[in-house]
Each structure stands twice: as C-alpha cells, then as structure tokens.
C-alpha cells in the first residue's frame, strides 16, 4: 500500500493564501516524501478545460521526473438532479476528467453520487452553505427517484471509464450515500468492471464490527481510498486529534487482509484555523501533511 497526497489539500481555499501551481504541488509532494499524488479534477489543478495536450504531457514528464505516480483523479460530480441539463453537465465533465485522467496516466477517477459543493466566504471554504442548499433543492423528489437517476449516470460514466481504460471508483460520501452499504449496491446494480469503489472511512462508520463487514463485503472491488485529520505527535509516534476513537488502524488491517494494495491519498479538506479559530496559512498544512504521511506510513507498517 503506498501513500499519496490529494491536491485538494493546495487548492488555496481551506488555507490563508494561494493554491499552489499544479507544478508546486508536484514538488510539494516531492519534497514531503509521498509516493504519489492525486489531482482534483477542478480549478486551479486539473479542470480538463484548462489543460490542453501539451500541458497534459508536461504534467506527467514532471511527475516522472520526479519519481512521483498519479494514481487518481478526483471528479467533483452531482448525478443526482432530476433536472435533464443538470446531469448531462455533469457527464460531460466526467467524460473529460476520464479523458484526462488517461492522458496523465492516472488509473482511478474518483466519483460521487451526489456532491453538494462548497462556497467561499472570509477567505475560507465552507460546506454548510452548499450542503443545506442540496437539501432544499428539489425537496419533493424521493430518495429512490435520484438513487435510479444516479444509478443511470454511473452505467454511463463507467462506459466512459472502460472508454478511456480508467476505473471510475465510486465514493461512500453523503447525501445520496449514507455509508458503504449504499455506494456498494449502487455499484453492484450497476455491474461494470469499470465501476468500482473508493470506500472512505467517515464519522458514522466508526463501528469494527460494521467496518469488517465492509471490508468483507467490498473486497476486489476497492480501488482507492482517502484518509484526513488533523494529526499531532505524541513522543516517538503521530497520533490523529480527535476526541472520537480512531479506527483507521482497524481499517487499514482490513484493507491489507483483504489484499488492497492500491493508494491511501492524504486530504486536507477542511478549513484551516488557528488557536483563536481564525484563518491559518499554508504552514499550517505544509505541517499537517507532512504528519499525515508520517501517520499512515506508520499504520501500513504495524498492521
């Protein structure tokens, strides 16, 4: 198991400052020690729109030469509008970033059901805004009616995968999504090689006995997956900072029985503050991803 970093942790908007360059990034991760890195497939990193063929081969030559892998690319998609023009939007941008994904010759393009997106206001994003505001929208429209309009958009995002010789990995994230056991359905409702998972391991599935069940039930189908935190060392060890327990140890064991041998990329995907809550700066992640590699490296080799 080898141990990348997420661009969405650069992107300039969960810290005090500028997103770093896609090339920035590049030796950012470098220079912190990761295996691979992860683009997210939007501004300012890897919006397919803005990348055109010799970009693309400048990005990839970069990373080579760096000795850097990209294992994944990570969409940023909503199929769950019952609105037509919506869905097609988004099947297109998913339809380019599988593109894009080939020509960086990423693996894995990381899909949700239904993201909800985020905002930005005092120099920091945010997710309440945009996460209520999907709860309003369309308040009349049941749960299964998007479940079988997301269930359609997949089939066809995961034609795009087999288009483009990419794996399209569905996340376990909400809405649309409460835990493993639906992103699991859906895929297997699905019934495409293309398709498979990125099971994440989030606060309401912090159960051993439901994460082994999980691990049990997803095996060959997990392609990827994401850790995040804030992590702080503890004498010789980094520990994560959290009053909750922590089962990434537990989850981490189960993904090596299981014989996932794919990437665990790092996130920072929240907003960074400092001891008065207010905005911190990059430092603030430069520190946090550094400790996140230290962390699960760790893990991979005790479990």
Same mark, same amino acid.
């Given at each position: 198991?080898?141990?990348?970093?997420?661009?969405?942790?650069?992107?300039?908007?969960?810290?005090?400052?500028?997103?770093?360059?896609?090339?920035?990034?590049? %030796?950012?991760?470098? /220079?912190?020690?990761?295996?691979?890195?992860?683009?997210?497939?939007?501004?300012?990193?890897? &919006?397919?729109?803005?990348?055109?063929?010799?970009?693309?081969?400048?990005?990839? &030559?970069?990373?080579?030469?760096?000795?850097?892998?990209?294992?994944?690319?990570?969409?940023?998609?909503?199929?769950?509008?019952?609105?037509?023009?919506?869905?097609?939007?988004?099947?297109?941008?998913?339809?380019?970033?599988?593109?894009?994904?080939?020509?960086?010759?990423?693996?894995?393009?990381?899909?949700?059901?239904?993201?909800?997106?985020?905002?930005?206001?005092?120099?920091?994003? %945010?997710?309440?805004?945009?996460?209520?505001?999907?709860?309003?929208?369309?308040?009349?429209?049941?749960?299964?009616?998007?479940?079988?309009?997301?269930?359609?958009?997949?089939?066809?995002?995961?034609?795009?995968?087999?288009?483009?010789?990419?794996?399209?990995?569905?996340?376990?994230?909400?809405?649309?999504?409460? %835990?493993?056991?639906?992103?699991?359905?859906?895929?297997?409702?699905? &019934?495409?090689?293309?398709?498979?998972?990125?099971?994440?391991?989030? /606060?309401?599935?912090?159960?051993?006995?439901?994460?082994?069940?999980?691990?049990?039930?997803?095996?060959?189908?997990?392609?990827?997956?994401?850790? &995040?935190?804030?992590?702080?060392?503890?004498?010789?060890?980094?520990?994560?900072?959290?009053?909750?327990?922590?089962?990434?140890? /537990?989850?981490?064991?189960?993904?090596?029985?299981?014989?996932?041998?794919?990437?665990?990329?790092?996130?920072?995907?929240?907003?960074?503050?400092?001891?008065?809550?207010?905005?911190?700066?990059?430092?603030?992640? %430069?520190?946090?991803?550094?400790?996140?590699?230290?962390?699960?490296?760790?893990?991979?080799?005790?479990?």
């Amino acid at each position: 198991m080898k141990v990348g970093l997420y661009s969405i942790t650069y992107l300039g908007i969960w810290y005090k400052g500028p997103a770093l360059t896609w090339r920035e990034f590049l %030796h950012q991760a470098k /220079t912190l020690g990761y295996d691979g890195v992860e683009f997210d497939g939007k501004r300012p990193h890897a &919006n397919p729109m803005d990348l055109d063929q010799r970009t693309r081969e400048a990005i990839r &030559n970069e990373a080579e030469k760096l000795g850097l892998e990209i294992p994944a690319l990570s969409s940023n998609n909503d199929f769950s509008s019952p609105v037509p023009e919506h869905r097609e939007c988004q099947l297109l941008m998913v339809r380019e970033q599988a593109r894009l994904a080939a020509d960086l010759g990423a693996k894995v393009v990381r899909l949700f059901a239904a993201w909800p997106g985020i905002t930005t206001r005092d120099e920091l994003a %945010h997710y309440e805004e945009a996460h209520q505001g999907w709860g309003r929208a369309f308040p009349d429209i049941p749960r299964l009616v998007r479940w079988r309009l997301v269930r359609e958009c997949l089939t066809e995002a995961a034609a795009f995968g087999e288009q483009y010789g990419v794996v399209m990995a569905l996340q376990n994230h909400p809405p649309l999504t409460r %835990h493993w056991r639906d992103a699991y359905d859906l895929v297997k409702e699905v &019934n495409s090689p293309w398709l498979k998972m990125c099971w994440d391991i989030p /606060t309401q599935e912090w159960d051993e006995a439901w994460l082994r069940k999980g691990a049990e039930t997803i095996g060959a189908l997990q392609a990827h997956f994401h850790f &995040n935190g804030d992590y702080r060392r503890d004498g010789d060890q980094v520990v994560l900072k959290s009053d909750s327990p922590d089962m990434h140890p /537990t989850f981490v064991k189960l993904l090596k029985q299981i014989g996932y041998g794919g990437y665990a990329c790092y996130e920072y995907c929240h907003p960074a503050v400092d001891a008065h809550h207010d905005p911190a700066g990059i430092e603030l992640v %430069h520190e946090q991803a550094a400790l996140a590699l230290e962390y699960m490296r760790g893990l991979i080799a005790r479990c």
